[in-house]
């Protein structure tokens, strides 16, 4: 029979995840939609992801692709995976892509956003129910300067200073194409779209740009961190509740787009802007 390449898109919230890989008696994105597929497929696949994300951390579009020999009607692996998936990770589309197609190596783009709470929103009110969808930063911060320093991130930098440790990748130049800081009914927003992320690196430049905004660390200390490498520059870890896998962008021949209006204006609405890059 002929052997089919599948890719699904998911969407799930990572608060009681271990993170998307399989890991051994952890519960994970990864094993959850394993276990699926085997029951859907009487099979288990090797599951190829867009981008690997950490305990806690969400995603609007992460897109996980197999192959399988199974004739199920692709207009039905939706239904079907999520009949047997938990509530917490949903599959909103399923693509049947060319032999070639693989979602981790063909991404020309990934897009995190990051959403966070000053002092002065917190004073109002902390939302219950957004406690864990977005960083109660409990800091007073100037906005000008957080927006003039993420602003500052776009290019081409050596973000080796701000991946922790764990990384497998040798080379730490990533080409940033675009980054925005905004604010949405209190509420602050940082996007960041790049061709790849090291391990905790979005994390790490959210709270070193927070510990700069709340002025525990000189407006420099970004950029001497990028021209210098060390670690010991770089501020605090910002907590993973606020991170969300915003977007990956595909070659136009797969004819894979991820952004769902409905899907993804929630916490804060879609950014034209974001829209704006096509590879």
């Known amino acids: 029979m002929r052997m089919r390449n599948?890719?699904?898109?998911?969407?799930?919230?990572?608060?009681?995840?271990?993170?998307?890989?399989?890991?051994?008696?952890?519960?994970?994105?990864?094993?959850?939609?394993?276990?699926?597929?085997?029951?859907?497929?009487?099979?288990?696949?090797?599951?190829?992801?867009?981008?690997?994300?950490?305990?806690?951390?969400?995603?609007?579009?992460q897109l996980v692709n197999f192959q399988t020999e199974h004739r199920l009607p692709i207009e039905r692996f939706t239904p079907a995976i999520n009949h047997l998936l938990p509530p917490d990770v949903r599959v909103v589309n399923a693509w049947e892509v060319s032999a070639d197609?693989?979602?981790?190596?063909?991404?020309?783009?990934?897009?995190?956003?990051?959403?966070?709470?000053?002092?002065?929103?917190t004073l109002q009110v902390t939302h219950p129910m957004m406690r864990e969808q977005i960083w109660h930063t409990g800091y007073s911060l100037d906005f000008k300067l957080l927006e003039q320093i993420w602003t500052s991130l776009q290019g081409e930098h050596d973000f080796r200073a701000f991946c922790a440790q764990g990384s497998y990748r040798q080379n730490y130049r990533i080409p940033i194409y675009w980054t925005r800081c905004w604010q949405h009914s209190g509420l602050i927003v940082l996007e960041i779209m790049g061709q790849s992320f090291l391990y905790n690196m979005v994390r790490t430049l959210v709270g070193t740009a927070v510990d700069i905004a709340r002025g525990h660390l000189e407006p420099l200390r970004i950029a001497q961190a990028l021209q210098t490498g060390e670690r010991k520059l770089v501020g605090l870890t910002a907590p993973p509740q606020g991170l969300y896998l915003f977007n990956v962008v595909y070659p136009p021949e797969y004819r894979i787009e991820l952004i769902n209006q409905h899907i993804h204006a929630w916490p804060v609405p879609i950014s034209a802007s974001a829209l704006a890059f096509k590879g």
């Open 101 to 121: 197609f693989n979602s981790r190596f063909n991404a020309q783009a990934r897009h995190y956003r990051y959403i966070l709470s000053s002092a002065q929103f």
């Open 6 to 61: 599948i890719a699904l898109q998911l969407v799930y919230q990572g608060t009681h995840f271990r993170g998307y890989q399989v890991q051994p008696g952890e519960r994970t994105v990864q094993s959850c939609l394993a276990d699926a597929l085997e029951t859907l497929l009487k099979h288990q696949p090797q599951l190829i992801c867009a981008g690997r994300t950490d305990a806690g951390v969400h995603a609007y579009a």
